[in-house]
DNA sequence: TATTGTTATACTCTATAACTATA
DNA sequence: TATAGTTATAGAGTATAACAATA
């Protein structure tokens, strides 16, 4: 069977929605108040990046400054994360992971993807790989929404 | 490289919500309403299975009845769905796509899609053919959210 | 009693517009 | 003027609880 761009991104707008509303739901299903998805998703990447601009975890979640601003001031609020001031250019602000931020990452991340990983047992190994490998080269697709478009083409995802 | 079921279940938590982002985004930025992507889901839905009730649609999209009952209603609003009675069990409705409603959602689909074929259209040929295959085997994982756990491997997908 | 669906209520996510402070 | 971030406001998506109608 021949599959093209056009199947793949049909299956995109029916799948991706489908397996986001799962992590949705077990997120929201862990006991203790714990992350919603941006909140999560904030934190992975302030994990990745420290010191980070507000501007810069915006853009990597592809969401709006104001809303970047309320889903951080949450999480300050919250203890989860460190806003500090940026001395070399005060318009900014500098963000980072705090030890408590760290472990609810940690804890939050464990109990959602210990039910994901139960599924994926479910396949078999070569199913797991390519769907690694997949979502792998999806991340490159789509990292940077905001950015310009690239036309070569990629070579699978590295990074993790 | 080995991959596991775990680095699998990782890239699922990490890129699923980039991509939602992606093409929640693009559906927003659709000129007319446009279709949020629960009313897409369900017009998809109803695409595919006439005469579904309520429940049938809650439990395709991994929702609560009331969410589930807005959505519904903002559509039936709109005309885009036809919302009657089933005699057979009065407790029940009967719900199917208008006319208008097919059209809305060739278009909405159409132009949502074409972004998202431009940029599988960077990828090669296996690329493609290979993300189309680990989502249809993620679908065949995730659909029935509410269902029993199945411990059979499971043998990629069908339907479309 | 159990099931199907709706209404009431509240909270989160998201956006745009208007604003402040800094460059 | 331009950039970084916040505040104000509004709309959509989601949930739980309480309810009505039917089985």
Chains 1, 2 share one sequence.
Do not use: C, W
Request: no cysteine; aromatic share 4%.
């Amino acid at each position: 069977m021949l599959r093209t761009g056009s199947d793949a991104a049909s299956l995109i707008m029916e799948v991706v929605p489908l397996v986001m509303s799962y992590i949705r739901t077990e997120m929201r299903n862990q006991r203790l108040p714990g992350l919603s998805i941006p909140q999560f998703r904030s934190l992975i990447y302030l994990y990745r990046h420290e010191d980070a601009s507000l501007s810069q975890v915006a853009e990597h979640l592809g969401l709006q400054l104001p809303t970047t601003s309320k889903t951080i001031d949450a999480l300050v609020t919250r203890k989860l994360v460190i806003r500090s001031e940026y001395p070399e250019d005060r318009r900014r602000i500098s963000l980072k992971l705090s030890a408590t931020g760290l472990e609810e990452l940690k804890r939050s991340r464990h109990i959602t993807e210990a039910r994901l990983i139960e599924k994926m047992n479910i396949l078999t190994a070569e199913q797991q790989s390519g769907i690694a490998i997949s979502l792998a080269t999806l991340r490159t697709l789509f990292v940077d929404l905001n950015k310009s478009k690239n036309n070569d083409k990629i070579t699978g995802g590295s990074d993790g």
